[in-house]
């Protein structure tokens, strides 16, 4: 049994990677629910997704411009949105494009200050938007 939970989780994250680095590649704005800091507690969030690798903390991230929902810099007095957050994958729910009126998946252009070399926020990019 542990070895079906392990192949099963297995094949869940990488349909969910896959979904993130089609939604990064086809520069699709993305809805998710996300589990922030408790203080503000988890909320759908809006956002333009760009990058997916790695913190410096070896946490697997995406690099999003955000630009609507709950937000912990928001909530301590800091940038409002939008804005660029960096979002831990372990922590992402229910990750889709967005779909507009006609029902296509909404899509976004080169968000403001983003770095196509890369960011500094991760050790190693997987993934990156081209503009």
Request: aromatic share 10%; charged share 25%; proline share 8%.
């Amino acid at each position: 049994m542990k070895l079906y939970n392990l192949i099963s989780d297995l094949i869940l994250e990488q349909a969910f990677d896959s979904t993130i680095i089609d939604a990064i590649k086809n520069k699709h704005t993305c809805e998710m629910e996300y589990e922030d800091d408790p203080s503000i507690g988890p909320g759908k969030r809006t956002c333009e997704p760009v990058a997916l690798g790695y913190s410096k903390r070896n946490n697997k991230v995406l690099r999003a411009y955000q630009t609507s929902g709950p937000s912990l810099k928001v909530s301590e007095g800091g940038e409002p949105l939008p804005q660029w957050r960096l979002f831990r994958l372990d922590r992402i729910k229910n990750f889709k494009p967005a779909k507009g009126s006609d029902s296509l998946f909404q899509t976004f252009s080169e968000p403001p200050l983003y770095n196509p070399l890369g960011d500094k926020s991760m050790n190693r990019v997987l993934v990156n938007s081209k503009f």
